[in-house]
Nanobody, 129 residues
């Protein structure tokens, strides 16, 4: 079984920064934790989960327009921990942030929640104005 554990959430004022981490561990015959495609999603209260950023194990990075230029996604050298560096935070960035992982396949849809097989429990980010 593959587990994902997020950390790093918290409360900041608008304009501040936070760094989220997500460590993958465990084993599954379908998923190599150091060869995966990983994404960050967020969910505002009462709304659907939305993609924020994603990265493949070879380092290809993807961002939604709302966070481009402010957020940076990265992998550690072992490619089992994904980070989300969030700068210039805005109140609308508030939400529960989840990391997700899936085997990398051709045609991977980075921001479709349904393609991800494994999810973390989430970490809360609150940005006050």
């Amino acid at each position: 079984q593959v587990q994902l554990e997020e950390s790093g959430g918290g409360s900041v004022q608008a304009g501040g920064s936070l760094r989220l981490s997500c460590a993958a561990s465990g084993y599954s015959p379908e998923y190599n934790t150091s060869r995966g495609c990983m994404g960050w999603f967020r969910q505002h209260s009462g709304k659907e989960r939305e993609g924020v950023a994603a990265i493949s194990w070879i380092g290809a990075k993807y961002y939604v327009k709302a966070v481009e230029g402010r957020f940076t996604v990265a992998l550690d050298n072992a490619k089992t921990t994904v980070y989300l560096e969030m700068n210039s935070l805005r109140p609308q960035d508030t939400g529960m942030y989840y990391c997700a992982a899936t085997p990398c396949v051709v045609g991977w849809s980075q921001f479709r929640a349904g393609v991800y097989a494994y999810w973390g429990q989430g970490t809360q980010v609150t940005v006050s104005s």
